[in-house]
């Protein structure tokens, strides 16, 4: 079938020509489609059983030409799917719990059809309304280490490891980050958008020499540095729990870069959710103990991820036997995570793509002073990131923090 | 025609049925071939006109599947043939005076035709006959600047540069690299060949954790770092000249990888040449005048290097218009240069590839001496690569450095 985006009438025809729709479904007579339109660049549909929606349901997702929430001059490389179908069935050798699972691929129409996680909320939101999640930390700390190692020159021989590096070669998505996380957001660059209220705060740090400079290197690491298959976009609008599972969803942007990346966008994001809370929950103790609970994930995801990879290295690894390079390995991942981190907190403050966990914010006073707050994280993360030796200097940073501006600002 | 190794008789058939034969020989009656069976990896015929030998000839490099230096058992791709053309018509169009004008290539033969460099000789030759080349600096400094800067991120658009990522993908040669630079000397590989007065201060060298460590942290650069397209093997070996020409040959081992790699070969094999007058030129007041152009001669390249390359930046990039990030990217070329310098250094002593500068040297404790003396330096460059900010400080190194056994070492 040539490539034609899908509606929620043909998405049914086309499920119930699949050859795995019977295995799926049992009676394909009774199945219906809803349009999630949730992606920013993708249609996704749920499809599923009229008579059993909850167990007998899957997710449809095809990729278009241009990105939906920008707009159709806002080009998208087709071949997305193809990447996000491998992504995912190599990802689910190493964790195979924490991916949905992949049912069909279908070349032609850059369409994937796979497991639907409606037991299963998105972190992000589950986080502005302050629920907490038990397993999250150690499972996402497990799943980076594993997914990360296992595709590093620690793991695979080197031929194999450079073969892996042409098959997910992404240079379609990595221009979009090249541009919207590192290059767009440190200029005055028209697609940005930036409450009114900041504006001082932003021009200081836009011409903040020092701070550009460190961001280019970050961005040159990106573009440079092939250490592993990352994931790309392991913020928390990726990742999806319940009380007892996580699944990371959404690995489109995936290709060879720096690990620091992966661990970056995941706590810079958590970071985020931490300086929200101060409009999200208006009891004082809540808070508190909410943001502790915040600081201790972040805390537990590194010293899981440290832990499992190394414990991985020990095993696995036929070279790089050498502890002090190890120790100094870690070190710079950690560096590279601060320097990653820190930059992902700003551009979701100053440039085009915002976090809901700070849009949710509806006093525009309020929402200032929390993505003033976000920014100086951000900023500190990286211009620390050079000499930053363990998880708690980035807390630290985190609690120590203020806003540039204050509740009276009229900037 | 399939691939077959050629010989004498047969390249002189081979060469006359080419297409641009007539164009290069006029009359392809007379020709004749001469096995220079001077490549460890490659037959290589000289083949030219009886009548007219040094204007009309040519250079015919063929691939071997092995290294005839080691053995049949030692494979090596084909496909490095390919590289190798692509590379020189690539460098052709930014350094057009500093590379053999290719006249043909044979994708099925594995063979490139090329022009043959009889007014040149190989540097390192001429550095052991202690002469002095005026222009050798300045063109190897230029040569490297633009062929690093219009390869790099710098340059190219993001796409176009992982496109060349992909075509340049060198795994086997990457992997000889990687095996006889980066591991086995640091390790009691069987295939190392040490000098036995050595042996003492060779074990507590690889018993160095923290220098095997840093060797292994930039074997991670090497493995990693898709900075710009370098030469890959660019000792003073690869490097034709005379008093008014320099030409750079033998791209073979061409893949992205990091900008430091090209340059440290190039420093640290002079620094090799630096060490080995010790024993080469018996005059006191010669030695230290010669010792002190190849100082110059460094500290020349660096400089010509460093401008040239921030010039092209300044020129043509349309992004990094950072002064302060200029400035940081040439400190970590210089730290990674003196990284990977230092490491070739000692891999050309304690590894299987050994330098004529040092093999030439007949008395073996005068050699001792002198390959000690390199492995300290060597070393030096390699524990202080993180804080050098100075081309000076490397130059420093060189003349404090001692050699860690005497005279009369029976070690």
């Given amino acids: 079938m ?5 509606t929620e009438a043909s998405v049914v025809t086309y499920v119930r020509r699949t050859g795995v729709a019977t ?42 030409p241009y990105a939906r929430a920008v707009g159709k001059e806002f080009k998208m490389p087709l071949d997305r799917t193809r990447i ?26 850059h369409l994937v059809m796979m497991e639907d996680l409606n037991q299963h909320r998105i972190v992000r939101t589950g986080l ?27 793991y695979l021989s080197s031929e194999e490891k450079k073969g892996m590096v042409v098959k ?4 379609g998505l990595c221009k979009v980050t090249e541009d919207l996380v590192f290059t ?98 208006q009891d004082a103790a809540e808070r508190v103990s909410y943001q502790k609970w915040l600081l201790d994930t972040i805390s537990q995801i590194w010293h899981t991820f440290e832990d499992e990879f190394l414990a991985l290295w020990n095993d696995h690894a036929v070279d790089w036997k050498n502890g002090q390079f190890q120790k100094e390995y870690v070190w710079r991942l950690l560096q590279e995570t601060a320097g990653f981190g820190g930059t992902k907190m700003m551009r979701r403050i100053i440039g085009l793509a915002h976090v809901a966990d700070m849009e949710s914010i509806a006093d525009e006073n309020a929402r200032a002073k929390c993505e003033s707050l976000a920014l100086n994280i951000g900023s500190s993360w990286v211009m620390a990131s050079g000499s930053i030796r363990h998880i708690d200097d980035l807390l630290s940073m985190m609690t120590q923090a203020r806003p540039s501006i204050g509740d009276d600002s009229h900037d």
Same sequence: chains 1, 2.
Avoid: W
């Fill in 2 to 6: 040539s490539y034609t985006p899908l």
């Fill in 23 to 64: 295995e799926l479904f049992g009676d394909v007579t009774d199945i219906v489609a809803q349009d999630l339109a949730d992606g920013n660049v993708n249609l996704v549909f749920r499809v599923y059983s009229a008579s059993d929606p909850v167990r007998k349901s899957v997710i449809v997702k095809q990729a278009l």
């Fill in 84 to 109: 996000e179908t491998e992504v995912l069935r190599l990802q689910a050798q190493f964790a195979p719990d924490q991916v949905p699972k992949v049912f069909h691929f279908d070349e032609e129409m």
């Fill in 128 to 154: 502005i309304d302050h629920i907490r999640y038990p397993k999250f930390a150690k499972d996402i700390g497990i799943f980076v280490a594993r997914t990360l190692f296992y595709t590093s020159d620690l």
């Fill in 168 to 171: 997910f070669m992404n240079p």
């Fill in 184 to 281: 767009h957001p440190f200029s005055n660059h028209p697609e940005n958008r930036v409450n009114p209220l900041l504006s001082r705060h932003v021009r200081e740090l836009r011409s903040n020499t020092a701070l550009v400079a460190k961001v280019n290197h970050y961005k040159t690491l990106f573009m440079t540095q092939a250490q592993a298959l990352i994931h790309g976009d392991l913020h928390t609008g990726s990742i999806m729990v319940n009380q007892d599972e996580t699944k990371v969803i959404d690995p489109e942007f995936a290709f060879f870069g720096p690990m620091g990346f992966d661990l970056g966008a995941l706590i810079g994001n958590l970071a985020l959710s931490y300086v929200s809370q101060e409009c999200h929950i």
